[in-house]
């Protein structure tokens, strides 16, 4: 039972040359639950202080030999976890402000009140939890700004991470292009987390999920009373993004008005709330990305010119899986391992067979689809093998089914509409079948300007089943 | 057998052996004895501190064992103090054989107060309880309330109860139904 008991117990050094008073004290800190070491002079805890780690010593100031002050130095520079306080019979300010110098924690008078001695260790305790939490905290904090680890080793994702470095640091304006699934969130993370607005935050808009009225509101922000149900003054996205950084994604899809509007805070970094006549300060970095052809939305007047210049000050395109195959055998393990830890599982192997498959695919939605490809594999998957049967692209190679004669963009439409009215419109459900996110869905509907069928029945002209 | 030998340690009144006698076995689950010879306490004294050494006391007392099963708890109205510590309400050898527990700072007239009748015996059990506890191997306690807790202050003595945690009372090995319903 003498065994302390609780977490505020500490292991404490005593040392003392008065065999009396270390062995008082040491009795009374043993009966408050404490693991105490009693030691003679300077040399003797010095010795026990590099065969343990002790979280506080009691050191007498005046020893024959090392003095306290000393051995206070000596434990700072080897020992500097612990926390030391001297032990005077003569206090005075001279001693004090040494023992301070030295790096002691505190120094107490011989003989104590037991109330301060107790009081002593509740504080010490106290400050030795928070300097365990600051640092826990610290590491949080760094694993959290830690840039993410981009998988790939191939040239063409090589060239992707080396332009991230370079452009994270600064402040420059990014537009990350590449085909829906690729990973352009990854890359914009990536560049916030290089960059030194890391510790503030990074402020996602997804731009074509949402109708133009509500994007307004989102990324402007608005004053109370604004427009119907604005009950409450609302910051928007660009105040949100302050000091740090705003991502854009599907900027393509932004209507004709909201891209003005979007233009003038990007080039003024102020912006006026919906309903408001004031307009507030904001300093965000820009990162945008679209799975579109911007400049040829340009071209065609889709886009504004001013714009597309203002976010295109520094590009960057992430290739397509398609065109880095040498990538997605590392992807694929990388997810597996990522998924064994999630559910609590042994990494899976992939058989030789199902690897080749993987290989040979099209992914047409990029890392996205293998993603989910792999996590489908491992939920139906047996014995932690993953095999051939076990992959959701059992026998499709899209490639090689392209139906003939017809355009890919023509079959893309077909399938998007087959789904979607297989699901009844669902498009939560129909962007899981796809495998892509719901404002891909959106974007596809408008762009083929598909609709749904009113009256039941066969779909749209053009559309076979 | 496990038995408690309660000693007077200087002057003192033979009530408050008694009251210890009748409360004692029920708290610490171990029957008790009253030793009828007091403890001379002058060779403990310090003259220019005006106290008593409570480890030469206990050093003493534990002198008294006669049989292996028993511990020996020292009674006084004289006031403790360690080497290092400016007083003690009381010392003992952790999961040892002697204790020795002080009334002189438990009085309330010692701090200039009315004299209470109820609160001096109050303290004085929760005290010896305490020292009891330490003989049976309990270290200090975090759980309010517990009599194993440290009472830096006297006021801190009232506020626990002269009952252990539950924690602590199978620590100490008292038998389970031992305790009654006598609280602070």
């Known amino acids: 039972m003498s065994e302390s008991k609780d977490s505020t117990a500490s292991s404490i050094l005593v040392v003392d040359d008065e065999q009396i008073v270390r062995e008082s004290l040491g009795a009374w800190l043993r009966e408050d639950g404490h693991k105490t070491r009693l030691c003679a002079d300077g040399r003797q805890a010095l010795a026990a202080a590099r065969d343990e780690e002790f979280e506080l010593a009691l050191v007498d100031l005046k020893m024959p030999g090392m003095d306290g002050l000393e051995v206070a130095r000596r434990l700072r520079d080897f020992s500097p976890r612990t926390t030391v306080v001297v032990m005077t019979a003569f206090a005075s300010v001279d001693t004090a402000v040494l023992a301070l110098k030295e790096g002691a924690y505190d120094y107490i008078t011989k003989p104590f009140d037991p109330e301060v001695l107790s009081h002593l260790l509740r504080r010490a305790r106290e400050e030795r939890e928070l300097r365990r939490q600051n640092t826990g905290l610290r590491k949080k904090l760094a694993a959290a700004t830690q840039p993410p680890r981009i998988q790939g080793s191939s040239p063409a994702l090589q060239r992707v991470v080396e332009l991230i470095e370079n452009v994270a640091p600064g402040q420059t304006s990014v537009l990350i292009t590449g085909e829906s699934g690729v990973g352009k969130e990854l890359v914009a993370r990536a560049i916030h987390a290089g960059s030194p607005r890391a510790l503030m935050p990074l402020v996602i808009v997804n731009c074509g999920a949402l109708p133009e009225g509500t994007l307004e509101s989102e990324l402007f922000g608005h004053e109370r009373g604004a427009f119907t149900g604005a009950q409450y003054r609302h910051k928007g996205k660009f105040e949100l993004a302050d000091g740090g950084t705003l991502f854009l994604d599907e900027i393509g899809e932004v209507s004709h008005r909201m891209q003005v509007e979007m233009l003038r805070v990007l080039e003024e970094k102020r912006v006026v709330r919906m309903g408001g006549h004031t307009s507030v300060q904001a300093d965000f970095r820009v990162v945008a990305a679209t799975n579109r052809d911007l400049k040829r939305a340009v071209k065609e007047g889709h886009f504004r010119e001013d714009l597309y210049y203002r976010l295109n000050v520094f590009h960057i395109d992430v290739p397509p899986l398609r065109d880095r195959v040498g990538d997605i055998e590392e992807l694929a393990l990388h997810f597996a391992a990522r998924l064994a830890r999630q559910m609590n599982r042994a990494v899976p192997s992939i058989q030789e067979d199902a690897m080749q498959r993987l290989m040979e695919y099209d992914w047409p939605g990029n890392v996205r689809e293998l993603a989910n490809a792999i996590e489908r594999a491992m939920v139906v998957s047996r014995d932690n093998l993953i095999r051939l049967e076990d992959l959701p692209i059992d026998g499709v190679i899209r490639r090689q089914h392209a139906p003939g004669g017809r355009s890919l963009a023509a079959v893309e439409r077909d399938h998007i509409h087959t789904v979607l009215d297989e699901t009844d419109w669902n498009i939560s459900e129909a962007a899981r079948i796809l495998e892509v996110d719901r404002g891909t869905v959106y974007n596809k509907i408008r762009a083929f300007g598909l609709e749904r069928e009113r009256t039941g029945g066969t779909a749209g002209s053009g559309r076979s089943r | ?184």
């Open chain 2, 1 to 184: 057998m496990e038995r408690l030998v309660l000693v007077a340690v200087g002057d003192l009144e033979l009530q408050w052996l008694e009251l210890l006698h009748e409360s004692l076995p029920d708290l610490i689950g171990r029957r008790c004895r009253i030793d009828p010879h007091a403890l001379e306490p002058g060779f403990a004294a310090n003259g220019p501190r005006r106290q008593y050494n409570a480890n030469l006391l206990v050093e003493a007392l534990v002198e008294r064992v006669v049989d292996p099963g028993e511990r020996v708890l020292g009674v006084t109205r004289l006031d403790l103090y360690l080497s290092v510590f400016t007083f003690v309400f009381g010392a003992a050898h952790l999961e040892g054989s002697g204790a020795v527990v002080s009334m002189h700072r438990l009085d309330p007239s010692k701090y200039g107060l009315e004299p209470d009748p109820a609160l001096l015996p109050e303290r004085l059990i929760k005290e010896a309880m305490h020292e009891c506890g330490h003989l049976y191997g309990a270290v200090h306690c975090r759980t309010p309330e517990c009599v194993m807790g440290f009472s830096a202050v006297v006021e801190e003595i009232d506020i626990k109860s002269s009952m252990p945690c539950p924690e602590c009372a199978r620590g100490i090995g008292i038998p389970p139904g031992t305790i009654g319903d006598q609280g602070a």
